[in-house]
């Protein structure tokens, strides 16, 4: 099976920069996903690391190493609508298919 | 494009009926998913297809039933509902070689009393 670790909570000032961590184990590994969910909405794609090392897109950048089983997603310039839940997703093959197990997300708070 | 479009957004049940989770894309994906989140929880795959008439269980598919007759619908069948499907639906679509990037629908809030 797979597991995932991430933080349950995290908090930050407007305008910081923030890391969230994601530790995992599983079998099958092809890559490290990250989705961004507001309270009420459903997860959107942030973006995807099948590599070792950072993407990054804007404001949003992402690490991963797989020889660590580690990676995280970096915010900066942190603004108030980036308040939501942050969930790591490993993508794995089962041989029919390609799925992602979630982990079971990081909850950011954005302050003045 | 819609996306990803699910009925209903909301339904209340009672114990033992059944119903049925409508999906639709309209992006011509291959595959689509079916997951569930409990409340402060992540995602728990139920049941995927990675094409018409191709379905298989996910992680937690006991009390649900899918069929797949087209490419652009999925539906989730609950039979006998319980209290412990009292949750939040996702449906999700992806291209074949990008299952990593799943589009997802705005969800049914399901509770079963």
């Known amino acids: 099976g797979q597991s995932l670790e991430q933080p349950s909570e995290v908090t930050a000032v407007e305008g910081a920069i923030v890391q969230i961590n994601c530790t995992y184990q599983?079998?099958?590994?092809?890559?490290l996903s990250w989705y961004q969910q507001h309270d009420g909405g459903a997860p959107t794609f942030l973006s995807y690391?099948?590599?070792?090392g950072l993407e990054e897109t804007g404001r949003f950048s992402s690490f991963l190493s797989r020889s660590d089983s580690y990676g995280y997603l970096l915010l900066q310039e942190l603004q108030m609508k980036d308040s939501a839940s942050y969930f790591c997703?490993?993508?794995?093959?089962?041989?029919?298919?390609?799925?992602?197990?979630f982990g079971t997300g990081t909850r950011l708070q954005v302050t003045l | 494009n819609a996306g990803v479009t699910q009925t209903p957004k909301f339904r209340i049940l009672k114990i033992g009926q059944s119903m049925t989770l409508q999906c639709t894309q309209d992006?011509?994906?291959?595959?689509m998913y079916w997951y569930r989140q409990d409340p402060g929880m992540g995602l728990k795959l139920i049941y995927y297809?990675?094409?018409?008439?191709?379905?298989d269980k996910g992680e937690v598919p006991n009390g649900y039933n899918v069929s797949r007759s087209t490419t652009e619908d999925f539906p989730l069948r609950l039979e006998l509902a319980a209290p412990s499907q009292t949750s939040v639906y996702f449906c999700?679509?992806?291209?074949?070689?990008?299952?990593?990037?799943?589009?997802f629908g705005p969800g049914t809030r399901l509770t079963v009393t």
């Open positions: 690391n099948a590599l070792d």
């Open positions: 297809s990675v094409g018409a008439g191709i379905t």
């Open positions: 992006m011509n994906h291959n595959y």
């Open positions: 999700a679509s992806s291209s074949q070689g990008s299952a990593y990037e799943q589009y």
């Open positions: 997703a490993v993508r794995v093959n089962t041989g029919t298919a390609s799925k992602l197990t």
């Open positions: 599983t079998s099958g590994f092809y890559g």
